[in-house]
């Protein structure tokens, strides 16, 4: 259920002590069930330092998800042999074309490559309000295994009609940027977290906003960034145990708008 993001930080090839706590991070993540590690070709050399970071890691215990900018066969190809390339590996767990804009957008050639066994499951992805509309056609007319959204307890507007369709296509949902670029961080500044998020084992504020996720049924999995070994495990922490209901949601809602 929490997965890592690799913006940022992953995107620098970084030596010495930045290295080392890059390494842990991911191990870490390992170490305590985690799978699922979320990049793009597009991150910089973020795909070259994932790549050496899980060079000693059992294949089987990491679910790696990447992306491509390009949903051409030819140019995508070419982009895809580059991303296998640097993360070493000779087959993704999760392929997907980022950020979608073309509502005709076909995914064929990414059927093809799935077929060859060099993916696993094929996904788009959408961060852009503007393109929602695109994505929500894509997702009813090539029904992907996977759709990757920006949602947050401060940007719900995926609730209103791609959460629903993906989910009526059975295309498992990513949560990109759980934490709004840690806006939600910002408004909860100097704030406890409520008494009554104890009902569903939420302890600290990022448990509360990963948990308000999860408990969505339509999302599979979270996907936060961070550099911080103590950071991931309290995102670690919010995959366990219990998660609001639909209830308990809408008070968590309630609660964020009147901040």
């Known amino acids: 259920m929490i997965g890592l993001g690799t913006a940022n930080e992953f995107q620098i090839q970084q030596q010495g002590e930045k290295k080392a706590n890059l390494k842990k991070v991911v191990d870490d993540l390992i170490a305590q069930g985690g799978k699922l590690i979320d990049t793009a070709s597009s991150y910089g050399s973020a795909e070259s330092v994932l790549g050496e970071l899980l060079s000693d890691q059992d294949r089987a215990k990491v679910f790696l998800a990447t992306k491509l900018e390009n949903g051409d066969a030819k140019a995508g190809s070419v982009e895809f042999k580059r991303s296998l390339e640097r993360l070493r590996y000779k087959q993704v767990d999760l392929l997907q074309l980022h950020n979608v804009q073309d509502p005709r957008q076909s995914l064929a050639a990414f059927r093809d490559w799935k077929s060859q066994g060099l993916c696993r499951y094929i996904g788009i992805t959408t961060t852009f309000k503007q393109d929602f509309d ?58 406890s977290v409520p008494e009554w998020a104890r009902e569903f084992d939420a302890t600290t504020w990022p448990q509360f906003f990963l948990k308000f996720l999860l408990g969505h049924p339509a999302v599979t999995a979270v996907i936060p960034g961070t550099t911080n070994p103590a950071h991931l495990a309290d995102n670690i922490s919010a995959g366990r145990d219990r998660f609001p209901d639909a209830g308990q949601r809408k008070e968590m809602i309630k609660f964020f708008d009147a901040l």
């Not at 090539?142 to 307890?153: A, G, T």
């Open 134 to 191: 695109a994505a929500e056609a894509i997702l009813r007319t090539e029904k992907p295994d996977f759709f990757q959204v920006d949602y947050s307890l401060g940007d719900r507007e995926a609730e209103k009609r791609l959460l629903p369709a993906a989910a009526e296509v059975g295309a498992a949902v990513l949560t990109a940027l759980p934490f709004g670029r840690s806006s939600v961080f910002a408004a909860v500044r100097g704030k």
